[in-house]
């Protein structure tokens, strides 16, 4: 293993100040410098005819200088070297700018490859600044499949190509072999030391699609091997188990009877509670499904055993909200709730997490801020997070950290695909709430543009007029941030004095205080406006069940599954309820997309639609989903070896044999390195 982890400063070319560039790119040794792979390929393989080249398109060809090179020096900064050169097919001229010493060792009458993009039009082509080598002396630059990498200023791309040629040269025989060979027969997977070659220099397309394949197939069978270890070390056995408790009292002071797919999701989590193991389940249900109820009734149980729950939201509006609504339903119950949000003053935090670490609430609702601020709990035995698919494995490790390791509720109106819910919650069940509480309507859905406008402000007069209350959805909050987008802020003005000046018009967006947010909230849920101007601040879980009407402007803006979730906001009465996208996007799909919505109220489809269009990565948000991010794998493009991937990795983890084979140590080893003792996942 000598030479893998040999300095960069072993190869040709690289002395100190390259080192140094490398190491600010976080590779010091050969074994770094071929693991830093590509980011995407040219095609210098095939060599074009002068007269075959197309415009625009880069392309590899070889020719003959037939002028000799001459540079011009413009001006200060300015150099340009002209010459030409010619094939069997056609002449061309080339020009570089700056490269005089480059352009320089270009010798009349000798033969090069070059590969470059042609440019210009009839009146004269030619190609600017190619690359060019020698027909004797070929090295990395042309006839091949070229990779790109990722740089860094002062490393080109020929650079890093030249030394990772070398890397592989020297160490390629070295390298270990972390997938063994029956598992790669199973598998169909190429050896380590054939993927990082063809990963790096790929004979053909096929080549690199097989070398591309087993690296994803690796780092997918790593990661999801390391997630089933982490998961058996944590408690099998819940510190926190509960008696089977009678759900009679809570169902009794319930203002309507439970769906039943409301009663199942409830049966399910009553039943994890009962087991004696920690509950980690997921309620998916399209919005107004009735998730709350669930949630609510998940904490009644944690608290007729005599546990905290915690109640997570992902916003502060919903978390007031679910407070409110909460505390209503479970303070007769006897179930003592408070909320804690990062707006609160500092006082009154300090009291609510004193009555939360003397567990005189039962009931805490809040943002996020209640896992990762400093928040003891005396008694915590369950924790909600509410209206995400947010809540990965990172942010489950910090909990179990808390010390009790304990039950956990996901509620969701997104579906998740099995597979990625795998990697984002390690094992997860899943409740469907697949029924929607009886009378609600569907809500009609019209896609129009801007000549319907005064159409749809009649509309919304009307809608005033019979008592009922309107959202306008803009995508920006103030003027200016895009000069084609609505903005809230100017829309709710221009409304209230030129359009509806006898109405009332209300601005809610987030960048507003959150006392001022959750006053104008409260006063519009109250029916003391008829139009509520906002962004997509009231997308999750906000409930005025007189709001009949949702106007979305830009609508093309917005994804699907979020647009659902905005006309999520109303249709809660019993009044039928409209959704008006305003958009005057002209592309196609767009259209399509958005006409799909107005056709379907089923948002399980509308995601899988969204899911399929954007990607897991967009769909989720890899930054703040807890998505880890692959270095070759791909999310949306790799599911398939994604799921022989996690396959393979529970064959491996459900034979205590196989992980003791002395194959299987690189293996181990990588995982032990990649999964640090505390928990957390670093990948
Ligand atoms: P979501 O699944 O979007 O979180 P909510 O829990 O906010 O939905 O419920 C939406 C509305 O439906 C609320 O006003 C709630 O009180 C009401 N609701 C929930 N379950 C039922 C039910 N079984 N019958 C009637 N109304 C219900
Ligand atoms: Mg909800």
């Known amino acids: 293993m000598a030479k893998l982890f040999e300095s960069v400063r072993y190869l040709k070319g690289v002395g100190e100040a390259r080192a140094k560039l490398f190491a600010s790119m ?34 590899c060809f070889r020719a003959f200088v037939t ?112 997938l063994p060979e029956p598992l790669r027969r199973q598998y169909g997977l190429c050896s380590a030391a054939e993927a990082y070659r063809g990963i790096h220099a790929p004979e053909s397309f096929e080549a690199l699609d097989v070398a591309r394949r087993r690296l994803v197939f690796e780092e997918f069978f790593i990661f999801s091997v390391g997630l089933s270890l982490l998961r058996g070390r944590r408690s ?39 087991s004696g193991g920690v509950m980690n389940r997921m309620v998916q249900g399209d919005v107004g499904s009735g998730k709350t109820v669930v949630a609510a009734a998940a904490a009644w149980m944690a608290a007729q055993n005599g546990l905290q729950s915690a109640l997570m939201a992902p916003t502060e509006i919903l978390a007031e909200q679910h407070a409110r609504s909460l505390e209503r339903l479970m303070t007769p119950l006897g179930v003592r709730t408070t909320l804690l949000t990062g707006s609160m003053t500092a006082a009154q935090k300090k009291i609510a997490r004193q009555a939360i670490a003397e567990h005189r609430v039962d009931l805490i609702i809040g943002t996020h801020a209640l896992i990762t601020e400093a928040t003891d709990f005396k008694n915590l035995g369950l924790v909600i997070a509410d209206e995400q698919h947010r809540f990965g494995v990172a ?46 309507q569907k809500v009609d859905t019209f896609l129009v543009g801007e000549d319907m406008r005064a159409r749809i402000n009649a509309f919304i007069r009307k809608q005033a007029a019979e008592g009922r209350q309107c959202f306008i959805v803009c995508p920006a909050i103030e003027e200016g941030e895009d000069e084609n987008l609505r903005s809230a802020e100017a829309w709710a003005e221009t409304l209230q004095k030129a359009v509806f000046p006898d109405l009332r018009v209300a601005l809610v967006h987030g ?74 996007n002209k592309n196609q799909e767009t259209l399509r997309r958005l006409k799909a919505l107005c056709k379907t109220n089923d948002g399980f489809e509308i995601s899988r639609e969204d899911l399929a269009l954007r990607g897991p990565g967009d769909f989720f948000g890899t930054r703040q989903s807890g998505l880890p ?10 599911l398939e070896t994604l799921r022989q991937a996690q396959t393979a990795a529970a064959e491996f983890v459900g034979s205590e044999e196989l992980a003791k084979r002395p194959e299987y140590a690189p293996l181990m080893e990588r995982i032990r390195a990649l999964f640090t003792e505390n928990g957390t996942v670093e990948v």
């Open 26 to 59: 976080g590779i010091t040794t050969l074994y770094d410098l071929i693991s830093w792979f590509p980011r995407t390929y040219e095609d210098r393989s095939r060599i074009v005819p002068i007269s075959e080249l197309q415009a625009d398109e880069p392309a």
């Open 67 to 178: 002028s000799q090179p001459r540079t011009h020096h413009i001006r200060k900064g300015l150099d340009l070297t002209k010459l030409t050169v010619a094939d069997d097919t056609a002449r061309l001229n080339i020009t570089f700018f700056n490269q005089r010493y480059a352009a320089g060792s270009l010798e009349y009458a000798r033969e090069y490859y070059f590969y470059g993009t042609l440019t210009g039009d009839y009146l004269g082509y030619q190609i600017t600044n190619p690359v060019f080598e020698d027909v004797d002396r070929p090295g990395v630059l042309t006839r091949r499949i070229m990779p790109v990498y990722p740089l860094t200023a002062g490393v080109s791309n020929g650079l890093i190509a030249r030394s990772v040629k070398q890397a592989l040269d020297a160490c390629l025989a070295e390298l270990p072999e972390i």
């Open 236 to 274: 099998r056995h819940s510190r926190v188990p509960m008696e089977r408790t009678d759900l009679s009292a809570f169902l009794a002071a319930l203002p309507f009877t439970l769906t039943g797919a409301q009663r199942r999701a409830i049966d399910e989590i009553a039943a994890d509670f009962a």
């Open 395 to 440: 942010q489950r490790a910090a909990l179990a950290e808390k010390g009790n390791d304990p039950h956990i509720l996901v509620m969701s109106a997104t579906p998740i695909p099995r597979t990625l819910a795998r990697i984002l919650y390690g094992d997860l069940d899943i409740s469907v709430i697949d029924e929607l509480p009886p009378g609600r």
């Open 511 to 584: 960048r507003m205080k959150s006392a001022q947010k959750d006053e104008t909230m409260r006063a519009f849920a109250a029916g003391d406006y008829d139009i509520l101007v906002a962004t997509t601040v009231i997308e999750v879980g906000v409930d005025v069940p007189n709001a009949t009407l949702m106007v979305v402007e830009n609508a093309d803006r917005f994804g699907l599954s979020q647009l659902h979730q905005l006309r999520g906001r109303v249709g809660r009465g019993s009044a039928k309820s409209y959704c008006v996208l305003f958009s005057s």
């Open 629 to 638: 991010a692959f270095k070759v794998g791909s999310l949306s493009m790799d």
